[in-house]
């Protein structure tokens, strides 16, 4: 079970699903750092830029 995961909530297989699927997860690298974590294949490290382009290409976007 991933650091994400509770018996409630499986987080892990949900990104896994949604990347499966097509879906993009980008981690935020400033958060990551405070967190001493890094990125990983499924969720890589992002910078303003990649998030910049993601914002200019899409017409839709889910933040939380």
Do not use: H, W
Not at 26 to 38: H, T, V
Not at 40 to 58: A, F, G, N, Q, R
């Amino acid at each position: 079970m991933s650091s994400l995961d509770t018996d409630k909530f499986k987080i892990t297989e949900q990104m896994r699903k949604f990347v499966d699927n097509g879906g993009k997860i980008f981690a935020c690298g400033a958060c990551l750092k405070i967190r001493q974590s890094e990125g990983s294949e499924m969720c890589p490290i992002s910078t303003m830029k990649d998030l910049y382009e993601i914002v200019k290409e899409c017409e839709k976007i889910v933040t939380f």
